[in-house]
């Protein structure tokens, strides 16, 4: 009973943060508004008895990505961006365009799992070293790809900002 | 939470128990903060009110009530109140996972005419296999109560001391989370309680398949990792912005920095924050370097059954040798608190490209050589340590 209490409350709270990063104006107030939902969702991750991804959840996102979300937008005049933010019919109907191809394609692909196979899987990997077994045999070679995502990303921001040219040019 | 109303009841008290532990604790530090500095600066600190200059706790609280209630006409009233509150958050949640002392173990006994089964009952708010990956996750976000103090009170002063403690907080996670990690090798586990349990007894490792005793030292995580431990000190007094990291709040550049506009309990509750982020960080270090509640080499359990010995009830010998263990974490704790706040008053403040050096270049390098090198080790030496 209390699980599934807590199942809704945390599940309403992703969602209706999650409706307030989109529909706030004032991109600061977004930003904070996916804070709420990434711990929200990292909340779900605990009652799904998958602590250890749920504590990767807030240190990751909610306590790294979003800190840098957070500190670059306190840099950017705001007010000024609040006018370019609030489109006209135009742009409203991209908007519903892509919530409506997103929306269709999370469902298809939430249908299409298998999921009595995926739960046995994801059973597997509650404790920290059971995860770390799996990622560095069964999923090795996923795992290093994301690894080297991740370092040509930091790369990308160094060659950006080394580029000649612009205001800045040298 | 338990299965009967005696459990719930025992858990739900424990835990505000533990809470108002922190709370009531800041008060003390304080004062030994305003004395201590007084003491190295061979001044006198507040002495006047009560013995000691004790009770000046209590008037400065009545102070910090009575205040009045004032926001900045310009401030984004929302993030300006929440920012306080989510200062204390992070720390008091963190402070609960750590276990304070011994689980108590309680045997049968009939109380209001019904029997009530054995239970055990953690001295701590919960217990979470993953204990320090946790406490480590909640703790980052408490970069946020700075952010939102700096931005909701629309200042510009504020908003560099924000800038500024984000950007030290984000840097100096990564030397901390790194500088754990040679010492989480060794111990194979991230639980806090079976990380005390093997910091019993003397120092014994295996190396090379051969059983190293030195009977004079205590089996503590710091004669493992030495340079972790300086890491991570280190990184918990950025992590901390206490001095000499304190450029958030440099109130010789920035007045006060983030809690500029704030006054009152807004700005008690900051206090409360930066204190109980101390205390957890005093807490880890004691629990990982220094062996948590337990005394070194097989005295705590000597203590525990000479306090059981004193008691004719079972389960009162029980509860109260935990609390003498309890108190042999406090004075642990105590002691790197005193070390903070030792520090802050000896060591000049860094400058900010001193210390984006210090955690990046200097910092970061050396605690990964020390993952790599302990390794190394372990792989080479054979993984039986501890």
Redesign the interface.
């Known amino acids: 009973m209390a699980e599934i209490i807590l199942f809704y409350f945390l599940a309403a709270v992703t969602v209706l943060t999650a409706v307030g990063v989109v529909m706030n104006e004032n991109p600061?107030m977004s930003a904070?508004y996916l804070?709420l939902s990434m711990l929200g969702i990292a909340g779900l991750f605990f009652l799904l008895q998958a602590?250890?991804i749920g504590?990767?959840q807030?240190?990751v996102y909610?306590?790294?990505v979003m800190?840098?979300f957070?500190?670059v937008m306190?840099?950017i005049d705001i007010n000024k961006d609040e006018e370019k933010f609030s489109g006209g019919n135009i742009s409203a109907l991209f908007k519903g365009l892509t919530v409506g191809v997103f929306a269709g394609l999370l469902t298809s692909i939430i249908l299409r799992t298998p999921m009595s196979t995926k739960i046995l899987v994801a059973q597997q990997a509650t404790?920290?070293?059971d995860i770390a077994r799996l990622l560095f045999t069964k999923y090795v070679l996923a795992f290093e790809l994301l690894g080297i995502m991740l370092l040509v990303i930091p790369v990308g921001i160094v060659a950006l900002t080394r580029i000649r040219g612009g205001t800045h040019e040298r | 939470m338990g299965s009967d109303v005696f459990e719930i009841t025992v858990n739900v008290v424990k835990m505000l128990l533990i809470f108002l532990l922190m709370v009531q604790l800041v008060p003390i530090l304080v004062w030994v903060e305003r004395r201590g500095s007084a003491f190295i600066q061979n001044r006198f600190g507040p002495n006047r009110v009560g013995p000691l200059g004790l009770t000046q706790l209590l008037a400065d609280a009545v102070k910090f009530l009575f205040k009045e209630e004032f926001v900045p006409p310009s401030s984004h009233a929302l993030l300006y109140y929440a920012a306080p509150v989510l200062a204390l958050v992070p720390g008091a949640i963190a402070f609960g996972g750590i276990p304070l002392s011994m689980p108590i173990e309680i045997q049968p006994f009939d109380m209001f005419g019904s029997h009530w089964g054995p239970y055990t009952f953690k001295f701590q708010s919960y217990d979470l296999n993953i204990g320090i990956l946790f406490i480590l996750a909640i703790s980052s976000l408490g970069a946020y109560a700075l952010l939102l103090a700096g931005w909701g009170s629309n200042n510009k002063y504020s908003l560099f001391g924000a800038l500024r403690a984000s950007a030290q907080m984000v840097s100096y996670e990564l030397a901390m989370g790194l500088s754990l990690v040679g010492l989480l090798m060794l111990y194979q586990t991230l639980n806090f309680s079976q990380m005390i349990e093997l910091q019993k007894g003397p120092l014994h490792f295996y190396f090379f398949g051969r059983e190293l005793v030195v009977p004079f030292l205590p089996n503590w995580g710091i004669f493992y990792q030495p340079l972790g431990f300086l890491l991570f000190a280190t990184a918990a007094f950025a992590e901390t912005n206490r001095l000499p990291f304190d450029l958030p709040e440099a109130e010789g550049e920035l007045v006060a920095g983030y809690h500029t506009e704030y006054g009152g309990l807004k700005m008690l509750m900051f206090y409360i924050g930066e204190y109980g982020h101390m205390m957890v960080a005093s807490a880890v270090m004691t629990t990982f370097y220094f062996g948590g509640y337990e005394l070194p080499f097989h005295l705590s359990d000597s203590l525990t059954t000479a306090v059981r010995g004193a008691f004719t009830s079972y389960n009162m010998g029980n509860v109260m040798a935990a609390m003498a263990l309890f108190l042999v974490f406090l004075l642990k704790v105590l002691f790197f608190l005193w070390v903070f706040i030792w520090v802050r008053w000896t060591l000049p403040r860094f400058r900010y490209d001193q210390l984006m050096d210090l955690g990046w270049k200097t910092m970061l390098p050396w605690a990964l050589a020390n993952v790599l090198i302990t390794a190394f080790l372990i792989l080479v030496g054979g993984g039986g340590v501890l």
Request: no cysteine; hydrophobic share 85%; proline share 5%.
């Open positions: 600061l904070l804070v602590p250890f504590a990767v807030i240190m909610a306590g790294a800190v840098l957070v500190l306190m840099l404790e920290v070293v």
